[in-house]
C-alpha cells in the first residue's frame, strides 16, 4: 500500500526566510504532483515531476524529485506572505501514469511579516 | 466559468438523508474522480471512472455510490448520510491521452457537506 508523508504537518516562518517540505513515499513511483491549497478554495497544480532528477521552479517555490530514495522536496526561497497556504504533495500510485493519486496530509504553511 | 463545477458548494443535512452531490466538466477529460478532504488528513479517493463504462472504487468507498452519466458528467450520492460523512469533497478531472500529458488532476472549487 503506498503511503505518502509529508512534513513538516505545519511550518511558521518569517519573510525572507528559507524552508523545505519533505514528502516521502513508500512504493515505487515515477510520478509526483505538488498542489497548493488556500483556506476553503479548490486544489491548485504547482508542479508535475514526472522522471528522477525532475527539478522544476516558479518564482519563489522549487521542487525536486529523486525516485529512487523516494523522496521531493518543496524548497521556499525568500519567504512571502503570498505564499501561506497548505502544500500537498500526491504520488501516482498505479503503473505508467493511472491517475490514481495518493495525498499527503498536506503541510500548512504561516508566513509571518 | 469554472471548467469543473461541483454543486451544491454548500449543504446541510441530516442523518439518515440521502445527497447527491453533482460535477460537470468542460474540460473533454476521460477520467473524473471523487475525493473527500477532512482536516489534517489530505485527500482521499472514493471512486474514479475512466470512462462513461467504468466506474472503480477508491480507498474509502463504503456509504458512497456514483452515477456517470455521461463523458463531463460524474455524481456521487450517499445514500443515508451518517455524521462523519461531513467534510470538504471535491471532483476531479484528468485527461490520459497524448504523449505529452501529465497526468495532474484538474479539481472542482469543493462541496461542504455537513451531516447533522
Known amino acids: 500500500e503506498l503511503k505518502v508523508e509529508q512534513n513538516p504537518l505545519f511550518l511558521s516562518m518569517q519573510e525572507g526566510k528559507n524552508y523545505t517540505i519533505y514528502c516521502n513515499y513508500s512504493t515505487t513511483s515515477d510520478r509526483l504532483y505538488w498542489y497548493r491549497q488556500d483556506p476553503g478554495k479548490s486544489l491548485e497544480s504547482l508542479f508535475v515531476l514526472l522522471s528522477n532528477g525532475a527539478v522544476k521552479q516558479e518564482g519563489r517555490l522549487m521542487a525536486s524529485l529523486d525516485t529512487k530514495a523516494r523522496l521531493s522536496t518543496l524548497h521556499i526561497t525568500a519567504a512571502v506572505h503570498d505564499l501561506s497556504a497548505t502544500y500537498f504533495c500526491a504520488v501516482d500510485k498505479g503503473q505508467g501514469g493511472s491517475e490514481k493519486l495518493v495525498f499527503g496530509k498536506g503541510t500548512k504553511l504561516t508566513v509571518n511579516p | 466559468d469554472a471548467d469543473v463545477t461541483q454543486t451544491p458548494r454548500n449543504r446541510i443535512t441530516k442523518t439518515g438523508k440521502r445527497i447527491m452531490l453533482e460535477c460537470s466538466q468542460t474540460k473533454g477529460h476521460d477520467r473524473m474522480y471523487w475525493y473527500r478532504q477532512d482536516p489534517g488528513l489530505g485527500l482521499r479517493l472514493i471512486y474514479y471512472s475512466f470512462d462513461v463504462k467504468d466506474i472503480n472504487k477508491g480507498e474509502i468507498s463504503d456509504g458512497y455510490s456514483v452515477s456517470r452519466q455521461a463523458q463531463a458528467k460524474f455524481s456521487l450520492s450517499l445514500e443515508s448520510a451518517i455524521p462523519n460523512q461531513t467534510a470538504l469533497y471535491f471532483c476531479?478531472?484528468?485527461?490520459?491521452?497524448?504523449?505529452?500529458?501529465?497526468?495532474?488532476?484538474?479539481f472542482g472549487e469543493g462541496s461542504r457537506l455537513t451531516v447533522l
Open positions: 476531479a478531472t484528468s485527461d490520459p491521452r497524448g504523449r505529452r500529458t501529465t497526468g495532474e488532476l484538474f
